[in-house]
């Protein structure tokens, strides 16, 4: 019970390093290219936000139970690459299959980047750090769910950042994703304090 | 050695066969949206395969919606008004329709998914359209880039159509256009002699429907196509009528002047062609034979930029200008236009100044 205990303390403590210390999308620039497109409305970012905890959390379980329970007794964790994908695309696969059929608006207005989703570099990079980091099975629920929530949360205040800017006067050269990526480096750096306020 | 090699195939290949397998099971399941009912104008009632778009269920219970673009969303022509279900206005519809249509629950029906039970409005005339197989049995060149193409009906074998509508010409893939497309074109043939129809087709650079008109349609030639669809038709009212069309838009009048002439139409009736120059006028003849029959029918042919040695003694200029020359003032006239979207803008402003009302101003504007 202490070991679970223990764990279960871990699992809180990693998720919340995920979304701030740790912030996938803000230190290691992962998952980069929808957050620059989709971040345009609030309503849409939280909509492809939500899509990306979903799938995050439940593709790191899954990642996780097909390298410990299939790879590597088989002694084929070079294989996880190619695994982890198929995994990830099924999933996806699923969840489009489940938003066309219950929320069609939220599915039309992720349009093309719920697929994307797919070949989100965050998603297959969170399953791939839960690997490398040694994570329990417990911990990895925290971990993608953690991962998830971080880049829900930068993509959202983006987007809020971004829906205020839109009345502002940005410089020609700048509009679009050159402010953003701007924003985007200041956001990472702000993120950085987080670190000073945990330890 | 190849025992583990086997394993290892085995067992990766089986994974992805397990996930193939729940994709299979969860498509049945929760993209199985059962037998849906659609009940259209309150009286008729169909039931689809739930899942396809409302354009193609209704086409497959032969209603045929007009469409140009064949269900992608960006012409903007298949617009019905659903009054139940249909979820909400989805972002690639509102950039097509106006405040007043999203208001009145107008949607594009390549749009809206059938996922339950529908109502929807359409015209009543739309449950005459039907879906036509004919062959080309002649071929004619009207100028040096204009046809006409005369479609002799095999099934069914007559089309019920008020001069004035058109039909929409499925065009196969051929080589540079991959896909299917359906293009509209006027009926420009008696409506009496309905075995057949001709269609006037001006040949458009890079155009994919006329391309595979000029260059890969043969007399004998199988087509099909769907209408008759529009309500651009000769207004049954005592007022005189002027006509104006550019290009390919005498198409419809060719048409509506049959249909006077059967019925001894003694309305005062000025129809103006206007063309670039003088070898893109054409079918002459057969307006002198109109004007022969119908006394009070008059065909004023309008040349832009005649060239010097063409000897052109009739009108010149824009046919806009050529309308203000010929009348003072229009009211209690009614207007007919058929045309490019140009023409037609340029035309009803001219009208409109000349006195006749909006709501009198008929037209069939092809982008």
């Known amino acids: 019970m202490n070991g679970l205990g223990a764990e279960l303390w871990q699992a809180v403590v990693v998720c919340f390093a995920a979304v701030f210390t740790n912030n996938i999308l803000l230190t290691t620039f992962l998952g980069m290219c929808p957050f620059t497109s989709v971040s345009r409305e609030v309503r849409t970012a939280a909509g492809l936000g939500g899509a990306v905890v979903f799938v995050m959390t439940f593709t790191c379980l899954l990642n996780w139970m097909a390298y410990h329970w299939i790879l590597v007794p088989l002694g084929l964790e070079f294989f996880r690459f190619i695994l982890f994908i198929i995994i990830i695309a099924a999933f996806v696969q699923v969840v489009e299959m489940i938003l066309d059929r219950f929320s069609p608006r939220l599915y039309q207005n992720l349009g093309i980047f719920l697929p994307l989703i797919t070949v989100?570099?965050?998603?297959?990079?969170?399953?791939?750090?839960?690997v490398i980091r040694e994570y329990s099975l417990i911990v990895t629920i925290g971990y993608g769910f953690g991962s998830g929530l971080g880049w829900l949360l930068?993509?959202?205040?983006?987007?809020?950042?971004?829906?205020?800017?839109?009345?502002?006067?940005?410089?020609?050269?700048?509009?679009?994703?050159?402010?953003?990526?701007?924003?985007?480096?200041?956001?990472?750096?702000?993120?950085?304090?987080?670190?000073?306020?945990?330890? | 050695m190849v025992l583990e090699i086997i394993r290892d195939v085995l067992a990766v290949s089986s994974t992805a066969a397990f996930l193939t397998l729940i994709l299979v099971v969860c498509e049945g399941l929760i993209l199985n949206y059962g037998s849906c009912e659609v009940m259209i104008n309150g009286s008729r009632k169909e039931t689809v395969q739930g899942g396809k778009s409302l354009l193609s269920s209704l086409q497959e219970k032969k209603i045929f919606i007009p469409s140009a673009c064949g269900g992608r969303g960006t012409?903007?022509?298949?617009?019905?008004?659903?009054?139940?279900?249909?979820?909400?206005?989805?972002p690639t519809e509102t950039p097509?329709?106006?405040?007043?249509?999203?208001?009145?629950?107008?949607?594009?029906?390549?749009?809206?998914?059938?996922?339950?039970?529908?109502?929807?409005?359409?015209?009543?005339?739309?449950?005459?359209?039907?879906?036509?197989?004919?062959?080309?049995?002649?071929?004619?060149?009207?100028?040096?880039?204009m046809k006409r193409f005369t479609f002799e009906l095999t099934e069914p074998d007559t089309i019920p159509f008020t001069a004035g509508q058109y039909v929409q010409l499925r065009c196969p893939p051929y080589k540079?256009?991959?896909?299917?497309?359906?293009?509209?074109?006027?009926?420009?043939?008696?409506?009496?002699?309905?075995?057949r129809i001709d269609l006037i087709i001006r040949r458009v650079p890079k155009g994919i429907c006329t391309t595979w008109c000029f260059e890969y349609l043969r007399e004998g030639d199988p087509v099909s196509f769907t209408g008759p669809f529009g309500d651009f038709y000769l207004r049954?009212?005592?007022?005189?009528?002027?006509?104006?069309?550019?290009?390919?838009?005498?198409?419809?009048?060719?048409?509506?002047?049959w249909q006077m002439k059967h019925a001894d139409d003694g309305r005062q009736t000025v129809f103006f062609f206007g063309a670039n120059r003088t070898e893109d006028l054409c079918l002459l003849d057969e307006m002198k034979a109109f004007e022969q029959a119908l006394p009070n029918f008059r065909f004023v042919p309008v040349v832009a930029r005649p060239a010097p040695e063409s000897r052109?003694?009739?009108?010149t200029g824009l046919v806009t200008e050529a309308v203000q020359r010929s009348f003072e003032r229009l009211d209690g006239w009614e207007g007919y236009l058929c045309g490019?979207?140009?023409?037609?803008?340029?035309?009803?402003?001219?009208?409109?100044?000349?006195?006749?009302?909006?709501?009198?101003?008929y037209y069939d504007k092809f982008a």
Do not use: H
């Open chain 1, 120 to 130: 989100n570099c965050a998603i297959l990079g969170a399953s791939l750090f839960m």
């Open chain 2, 176 to 195: 540079g256009s991959r896909e299917e497309v359906m293009r509209a074109y006027s009926i420009a043939s008696d409506p009496l002699e309905n075995r």
């Open chain 2, 96 to 145: 097509l329709l106006t405040k007043q249509e999203q208001q009145a629950g107008v949607r594009l029906s390549c749009q809206v998914k059938v996922r339950g039970p529908l109502a929807i409005e359409i015209p009543e005339e739309l449950f005459r359209v039907r879906q036509y197989q004919a062959r080309c049995s002649r071929i004619e060149d009207l100028t040096y880039d």
């Open chain 2, 340 to 361: 490019g979207p140009g023409m037609i803008e340029a035309a009803i402003r001219v009208l409109r100044q000349m006195g006749i009302p909006d709501e009198k101003i």
């Open chain 2, 236 to 257: 049954d009212t005592q007022t005189p009528k002027l006509f104006i069309a550019g290009g390919s838009g005498i198409a419809p009048f060719v048409s509506i002047l």
């Open chain 1, 154 to 199: 930068a993509i959202l205040a983006m987007a809020g950042i971004r829906q205020r800017f839109n009345e502002s006067r940005v410089p020609a050269g700048l509009q679009g994703p050159g402010i953003t990526l701007i924003i985007a480096g200041l956001m990472a750096l702000a993120f950085i304090g987080f670190t000073g306020v945990l330890s």
């Open chain 2, 75 to 90: 012409c903007g022509v298949c617009k019905v008004k659903v009054l139940e279900g249909g979820g909400p206005l989805l």
């Open chain 2, 312 to 315: 052109w003694s009739g009108q």
